[in-house]
Each structure stands twice: as structure tokens, then as C-alpha cells.
């Protein structure tokens, strides 16, 4: 089994965004439509109006002012730069057809696989009994071999079926890093639920204690979490587009992302995990 650490394979290096080694991927091969995230629509394959020769946003201190969020909150988790200098060796999009193609159709499947990847690190670390982590490892090991692989392989891999082989290896690290905490039963709130799955869209969670709940696949979008506490809360795909997070603990929450921290709203009182980058929105900018 290859070694594996946080620095060698973590947030800071192959799971993190490393734009000036990508070509521009996120705004060439990714759709979007007009919305309140995009203010134009956009072709898979076609390169963005604000992309530069350079493979550089024209316009990237300006993105929110000019109606492009979703870029700011967009997190490929270190796909960009693998796809553009390990998978296609350097090769640009820009170079042939061939390569723009394929390049374009691996792009979305390493970012998933990475995606996943981030995951399975941050179960590696919840764990500490070799019984338990043992299994882990093994799937991170599986995982990135996927992701190392050529574009043919990997253009024809189901990713749907390796989040679904991993998720019970995720759940079960949870419940051992949430240990006494995540069985106790909290009472619900404004009339609403707490736990995975539940709608908690623009929910009154101000001040709440939610330190080890489960909450994954939950629907957080507008709520208010403002001074909330959230240590040890799983938070696995929780949409948390325009949740307030001011103030709000975050440091020992399971399975944030940066995009979802992206998503959100937030201040300088937010405590956010080692490691994660404090939106520059939050500060009006």
C-alpha cells in the first residue's frame, strides 16, 4: 500500500485547487445556464467570455459584482491541475480536438473521484483503531488508483457506484468519531426535525447546539446558523447554500467541504477547520 499523508495527498496539495497548473478546465468543459449564479448561458466545451489566453479570469476580482457566483463558490478538489499535468501530460485542450474532447469528458470524473477522495482522508483521520481505519485505507487506495488512470478508463467508470461503495465506510467512521454524542436524540426545532435527510431550508438554528448530530444529505439553504455549534456534526452533502454561518463553529464538523463553506454566508467570528480558506465575500469583497 503507498504511503499516504495530509501533506503528500490532502487539502493542501492534490485535493485543493491549484489554478495556475490547470488550463482552465472549470471554464471550459463545465455548462451553466443563466441564474442567479451565472448571468449567461454556457455550452459544455465552450470556453467562458471572461477566460484569457492564459487560461486566467479576466474579470476574477470582480466575479460576484459581475453576476458570476457560482464560480466563487465552485471547488474542483485538485482535479484541474491532475487532469492537466498528469492525465494529458501537459497537453492543452487548446492543442487538438482530441485532446479537447477527452479532456473535457475526464475532467468531471477525476473532480467527482477526488471529491470522494476527500472524504475518505477526512474519515482516515476520524478513526483511530487500525480495525477500523484498515478498510478505509484500503478504499482511498482504490480510489485514487481510479483516479490515476487513463482517460478511456476513466471516461467509462461508473463514479455513481464508488460513492456507493464508500458511503458505509463513511457512515460507520462518523458514528465512531461521534461515539456517545451521535446517539442521543435531540427535540426539534421551530417544528422541524433534526437528522439526515431532514428540510432544514431557512430554519431558525440560531445559537443551537447540534455537537455530534448527523444531519448528511440535509437541506440547509437560507437557514440560520448563526453562533451554532457544530463540532462533530456530520455534514455530509448538506446543502448549505446561503445558510448564515456568523460566528458559527465549525473547527471539528465531519465532512466540510470548502465548497460548502463557499456557499454559505459567514464572518470573521466563523471557525472554520485547519486547512480551509475564509471567502473573501464574507468580508464584502
Known sequence: MAERTRVELGRREDLGADCANCFGLCCVALAFATSADFPIDKPAGEPCVNLDERDACRVHSELRHRGFKGCTVFDCFGAGQKVSRQTFAGRSWRDDPATRDAMFSTFPIVRRLHELLWYLDQAITLVESAKAGAPLLAMFERVLAL?????????GLDVDAEFDRARPLLIEASDIARGARGSRTKPPRGGRSLGPGSDLMGAALAGADLRGMTL???????ADLRSARLGRCDLLGVDMRDAD???????????????????????????LPAGFSRPSQWNGR
Open 147 to 155: 483516479s490515476n488512470q487513463q482517460p478511456d478508463a476513466l471516461t
Open 216 to 222: 448528511r444529505g440535509s437541506l440547509m439553504i437560507g
Open 245 to 271: 454561518l456568523s460566528g458559527a463553529d465549525l473547527r471539528d464538523a465531519i465532512y466540510l467541504t470548502q465548497m460548502q463553506v463557499n456557499s454559505a454566508r459567514g464572518d470573521d467570528a466563523t471557525a
